[in-house]
């Protein structure tokens, strides 16, 4: 059965088992993960639905509080499972600045290993996006995505250049710099994500939120509701090479 709906950035290991075989029956979910327990509790998860991309990985937000050691964990995992994407990794300077040393020093190391092992990488970029798209060149990195992209618009051309993709989150109801970015990018680098369960705001965001995303990126491109889904279905399986 091909899916409707993809999602290219969400926390599955925090829901709960009813919610995972929800989601999981109308959603290609790629499932991202914050730490080694939670990259360890996603590749359970996955292994028990169908629909799941699993991603390993140590987020920005986490990197103070995690001993150096996990990242070999982190490889003994993707070299013991079937592991196609780390994430979510990247570098955070607005919410963690204080560990900015730290945390690129993490994501240099979890670079090597996506280009050792031919990952894709889900991106957390949040006032880094000039020097994450550098380090992603510069560890040749094949595929990415930049979840929930708010950066500068005309970074998205050197994004798109590259060949990268741009993730649209259901926050663009509220975020005015998100919006613009819907404008912005073209179709054939934009997916949907959810970034769920977090709360933005107010807004419990979740997959089900996703279907309103793609009505609203047909309205701005004005293009019709299947075409749009078609091509970011498409968008995704080639992100995760599926
Ligand atoms: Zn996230």
């Known amino acids: 059965m091909k899916i409707a709906y993809v999602d290219s950035h969400c926390h599955l290991y925090e829901y709960s088992e009813n919610e995972v075989k929800e989601f999981t029956s109308c959603f290609l979910i790629a499932a991202v993960s914050d730490d080694v327990y939670s990259s360890l509790k996603t590749l359970t998860i996955a292994s028990k639905y169908n629909n799941i991309i699993p991603c390993v990985g140590i987020h920005p937000w986490e990197i103070g509080s995690t001993p150096r050691e996990h990242i070999g964990k982190i490889v003994d995992l993707v070299s013991k499972y ?3 994407c780390l994430g979510e990794i990247g ?29 894709t990488v889900n991106i957390h970029a949040v006032n880094t996006w000039t020097e994450v798209l550098g380090l992603l060149r510069k560890y040749d990195i094949e595929r990415a995505v930049f979840h929930w992209y708010t950066g ?11 060949g ?17 970015v819907v404008d912005y990018v073209d179709l054939e680098y934009i997916v949907t994500e959810s970034d769920g369960p977090y709360n933005y ?42």
């Open 201 to 242: 705001r107010g807004l419990k965001l979740n997959p089900r939120m996703i279907k309103g995303t793609v009505k609203y990126i047909a309205e701005i491109k004005d293009l019709n509701i299947e075409e749009v889904r078609n091509v970011i279905y498409e968008n995704f399986k080639k992100i995760f090479i599926l």
């Open 82 to 84: 079937e592991v196609k």
């Open 91 to 119: 570098l955070d300077r607005r919410f963690v600045p204080e560990t900015i040393d730290r945390q690129r020093e993490f994501f240099t190391q979890l670079l090597q290993i996506a280009r050792d092992y031919d990952l």
């Open 152 to 162: 500068p618009l005309e970074l998205i051309d050197e994004i798109v250049d590259v």
């Open 164 to 180: 990268y993709y741009i993730s649209i989150n259901p926050a663009y109801t509220i975020q005015e710099k998100h919006r613009k």
